[in-house]
């Protein structure tokens, strides 16, 4: 067992290239410690360097033998600034409560050609639109004889909600 220690700490000292930077020992080292055990052999115990993190370093660049070589990175540019917002507010239209369903001109022959109007409360601005188009952000899915249904991509979250018209027997209540 002893001679494996001595065979591991001689390892290590050839492995940290020996010499004086290991461990330096002092006469306190010597005595006994304080416990009554012998104290610790100086080749048994590995060298604080042995336990450091290699760092590579390129000696021939930092001499000047070969040119440094360093990443480089250039930004050609792209369609929209990336500090502007995703959502531009003059495009992005109502939003989905703030639409009502007023009136619908259904084409039973070719749906594409149904016109569904809507009116956006506070605004009181009024949208006819067809199947296929949007209002904003929101598109026009369906339009039935009575109902039109509007889809909302939110940022990859998919609304879609139907407006049904409103009847005579709802108005008077």
């Not at 040119?67 to 239209?93: C, H, K, M, W």
């Not at 749906?111 to 067809?130: L, M, P």
């Amino acid at each position: 067992m002893r001679r494996d220690a001595h065979l591991l700490g001689l390892l290590l000292l050839v492995a940290c290239g020996g010499g004086d930077d290991g461990l330096v020992l002092d006469e306190t080292d010597a005595l006994l410690a304080e416990d009554g055990a012998p104290a610790v052999d100086a080749s048994t115990t590995p060298a604080p360097s042995a336990a450091a993190p290699m760092i590579a370093v390129d000696t021939l660049a930092a001499s000047g033998e070969r040119p440094l070589l360093r990443e480089s990175y250039t930004y050609q540019g792209g369609g929209r600034d990336p500090f502007r917002s995703v959502v531009n507010i003059a495009v992005s239209g109502p939003e989905l409560p703030d639409l009502s369903l007023v009136g619908v001109i259904y084409d039973a022959s070719n749906t594409r050609n149904s016109v569904a109007t809507f009116r956006e409360t506070g605004s009181n601005r009024r949208y006819n639109v067809s199947p296929g188009q949007s209002i904003g952000r929101l598109f026009v899915a369906d339009v039935s004889p009575t109902s039109a249904t509007l889809r909302m991509n939110d940022f990859g979250v998919i609304r879609e909600q139907t407006y049904s018209l409103r009847t005579r027997e709802n108005e008077a209540q």
